[in-house]
């Protein structure tokens, strides 16, 4: 697998610089990494490389494998760690940080989009607490297909850049490989970088954080007389917020620990656990089987996601103008996601024009499906090929236990259609590049995990390619666009 070139890593040659070092030594610990043993690359992603302006063979040589593992770093790169609080399940803990996260710095990459990239797994950091600062292949694995899947969905996400696997072990409920994986985002701050010191009462490290995310990634803020700022940023993360959640909502994405310390200011979804996609609709659905009390189930996160922006203003309010102002950031969330839901959905859909009954023919579809016991993903596929009601639509009435219920549905939207102007071709089309036929199952997820960690990856990467393409059916692939079928075996 891996690809052995003498020249220098290309990625080492990019320009590096570490943001984090502009910020106070408060807000992070300079440490280099522990390598891992014979570390080997299992998989490099020409879509992320793509975007720091290198190609998949740029990255994949032994210069880049040593790079990554710490072991040829140049004198510019100068790894970071940072210290955030958060919020988990509700309850607020006052130091938390990246355990097992490095940050390396910052490259600028096609279209001068800057990228931070981060290791997970590279060891002990001031922040691991107990744990042991490694990422075992198969959490790797995860995030990685995680990602790359919401990626391939248009939503908003860090993304994997590479995944190195080694003959280091680590202990879980069993004995396992030990992983690298190299991901970037545009910036990794989270709503508990604000949190850490606002709780502990240093201000001045509030503001100090405010100026440079306003700077380094909300420059309109600028504009706004200096003693806005605060505000106006604090807005512009709660629009990210809902119209983040309001994307996983549409695509059934559940993200399973959306604590605040894994809420991107950017909006971004970051850190990929036990999360899930829902495959029959079910609101209550719960990827987090340790979750006993539901409270990042499927239909509490548009919810949840209000709640961590009341946390985040709870972090700035030493520098917003007054008290009252989450009254108004509640409206302003509550809006947003609305809005964005609704187009997201009248896109999936397959309806141009807004009309003011759409939310009404949304709501009573989830009853459907929910009634119906509806695969959520097969659904929205199957229905771009739907003409009228009068024909029989097997593809559609397959799905569901309830077909008197999905026919006066179909009744509805055949009348919403009316109102539209396109063909019902360009509808189709227009459908099917918006509606996945795969999206990553868990039964697929898991399995691609129990091979990887017995050595066989061809799961892995069959699932990566699907999901980074999940629009474009591929010949002899339907197994990956259905439901688990336990009499298939
Ligand atoms: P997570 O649940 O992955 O968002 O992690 C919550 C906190 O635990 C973060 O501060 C992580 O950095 C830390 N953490 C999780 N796993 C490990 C580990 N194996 N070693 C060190 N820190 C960890
Ligand atoms: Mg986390």
Redesign the pocket.
């Known amino acids: 697998m891996t690809h052995s070139k003498p020249s220098d890593a290309a990625i080492k040659n990019l320009s590096w610089t570490n943001p984090w070092l502009q910020l106070p030594d408060a807000f992070y610990q300079r440490i280099q990494l522990t390598p891992l043993d014979t570390p080997y690359f299992i998989h490099c992603n020409t879509h992320t490389a793509e975007l720091l302006g290198l190609s998949a063979e740029q990255l994949q040589n032994e210069a880049t494998l040593h790079f990554f593992n710490g072991q040829q770093l140049p004198p510019e790169v100068q790894p970071t760690a940072s210290v955030y609080a958060g919020h988990q399940f509700g309850i607020f803990t006052a130091q938390?940080?990246?355990?097992?996260?490095l940050s390396l710095g910052e490259v600028v990459g096609h279209n001068d989009r800057r990228y931070e990239i981060q290791l997970k797994g590279a060891g002990l950091t001031l922040?691991?607490?107990t744990?042991?600062?490694?990422?075992p292949l198969g959490s790797a694995i995860r995030e990685y297909l995680g990602s790359e899947a919401l990626a391939g969905l248009n939503i908003p996400t860090s993304r994997a850049l590479c995944l190195l696997g080694s003959e280091t072990k680590v202990q879980r409920e069993y004995l396992t490989t030990g992983a690298l994986l190299v991901r970037m985002a545009r910036s990794h701050i989270r709503f508990g970088h604000f949190e850490y010191f606002h709780h502990k009462g240093d201000f001045e490290n509030v503001k100090n954080l405010t100026t440079f995310v306003i700077e380094q990634h909300f420059p309109d803020v600028l504009n706004e007389p200096i003693e806005l700022r605060p505000l106006r940023l604090l807005e512009a993360i709660v629009e990210r917020t809902a119209c983040l959640i309001a994307a996983w909502q549409s695509e059934g994405f559940t993200h399973g620990?959306i604590?605040t310390?894994?809420m991107s200011v950017l909006g971004d979804t970051l850190?990929f656990?036990p999360f899930g996609f829902m495959e029959t609709y079910h609101p209550e659905f719960l990827a987090n089987a340790s979750d006993d009390l539901g409270r990042y189930q499927f239909d509490q996160q548009p919810e949840i996601g209000r709640w961590n922006c009341l946390a985040l203003a709870e972090a700035m309010s030493s520098l917003l103008p007054s008290r009252t102002i989450p009254a108004k950031l509640l409206r302003l969330y509550r809006q947003h996601y609305h809005q964005h839901y609704l187009q997201r959905l009248r896109l999936k859909l397959g309806l141009s024009t807004p009309h003011p009954d759409d939310a009404k023919l949304i709501e009573v579809l989830l009853t459907t499906l929910q009634q119906g016991n509806i695969d959520y993903a097969l659904f929205f596929r199957n229905l771009a090929d739907f003409i009228n009601v009068q024909e029989k639509n097997p593809a559609l009435y397959t799905l569901t236990t309830d077909s008197a219920n999905l026919m006066q549905w179909l009744s509805l939207y055949q009348d919403r259609l009316r109102l539209e102007t396109i063909s019902s071709q360009e509808r189709q089309k227009q459908m099917n590049q918006v509606n996945p036929c795969y999206v990553l199952r868990s039964h697929l997820l898991k399995q691609s995990i129990t091979d990887a960690e017995h050595g066989d990856l061809t799961e892995f990467y069959r699932l990566l390619t699907l999901l980074q393409n999940p629009f474009e059916e591929q010949t002899g692939m339907d197994f990956y666009a259905q439901p688990y079928n336990p009499e298939a075996g």
Request: aromatic share 4%; glycine share 20%; with cysteine.
């Open positions: 938390l940080g990246d355990g097992r996260v922040y691991s607490r744990l042991d600062g490694r990422c620990v604590n310390d894994n850190d656990g």
